[in-house]
T-cell receptor
Framework: AQKITQTQPGMFVQEKEAVTLDCTYD???????LFWYKQPSSGEMIFLIY??????QNATEGRYSLNFQKARKSANLVISASQLGDSAMYFC??????????????FGKGTLLTVNP | GAVVSQHPSWVICKSGTSVKIECRSL??????MFWYRQFPKQSLMLMAT?????????EQGVEKDKFLINHASLTLSTLTVTSAHPEDSSFYIC????????????FGAGSRLTVL
């Protein structure tokens, strides 16, 4: 089984600054995947970034990067140059396996990010 | 890109009635879809895995007879909340694996159910 922990219920950041959202995971699997999704107030879940357990380099997607520290079992999301539109709920999620054999996601409790002008 | 359409986006019903929510993959086929439930200000909890052509797989604690899932085709899965009660009021969101890599889930926009 997997457990995903997000310890920050809420975070504030000034526009144009960078922010780190924390995520730790607990799994006995050797192969797994870690995801970050954004959920604006409208409710839709938007995929941001993915990191496989065997990926040696940290994933990056535009302003999003994933700080993957396997030994610490952490997969923090870094958002650079925050924009007002980044204000949303952010969920970290884990997936068993990393080859598409099991798509189920286990979600953390989420972090509500507010970007101040 | 991969699009998952969910309908209705919101529904209000009386206690005791049944409500059907549809989840469609618009530009790809999905042999597997996932149904999640989200209470206000909480995380997404997986309810069941919908499998095309076979029975759904329910997570522990989810009532099969209350939440009926039918995966009638490669592009459509439906969730029927039977004999709905106020405690069933929630945000229901479906997802399917597609896009950005085989293991990434694309989510529908969700359906907000309110049972009076």
């Amino acid at each position: 089984a997997q457990k995903i922990t997000q310890t920050q219920p809420g975070m504030f950041v000034q526009e144009k600054e960078a922010v780190t959202l924390d995520c730790t995971y607990d799994t006995s699997d050797q192969s797994y995947g870690l995801f970050w999704y954004k959920q604006p107030s409208s409710g839709e879940m938007i995929f941001l970034i993915y990191q496989g357990s065997y990926d040696e380099q940290n994933a990056t997607e535009g302003r999003y990067s994933l700080n993957f520290q396997k030994a610490r079992k952490s997969a923090n999301l870094v958002i650079s140059a925050s924009q007002l539109g980044d204000s949303a709920m952010y969920f970290c999620a884990g997936q068993r396996g990393s080859g598409g054999s099991n798509y189920k996601l286990t979600f953390g409790k989420g972090t509500l990010l507010t970007v101040n002008p | 890109g991969a699009v998952v359409s969910q309908h209705p986006s919101w529904v209000i019903c009386k206690s005791g009635t049944s409500v059907k929510i549809e989840c469609r993959s618009l530009d790809f086929q999905a042999t597997t879809m996932f149904w999640y439930r989200q209470f206000p200000k909480q995380s997404l909890m997986l309810m069941a895995t919908s499998n095309e052509g076979s029975k759904a797989t329910y997570e522990q604690g989810v009532e099969k007879d209350k939440f009926l899932i039918n995966h009638a085709s490669l592009t459509l899965s439906t969730l029927t909340v039977t004999s709905a009660h106020p405690e069933d009021s929630s945000f229901y969101i479906c997802s399917a694996p597609r896009g950005f890599g085989a293991n990434v889930l694309t989510f529908g926009a969700g359906s907000r159910l309110t049972v009076l």
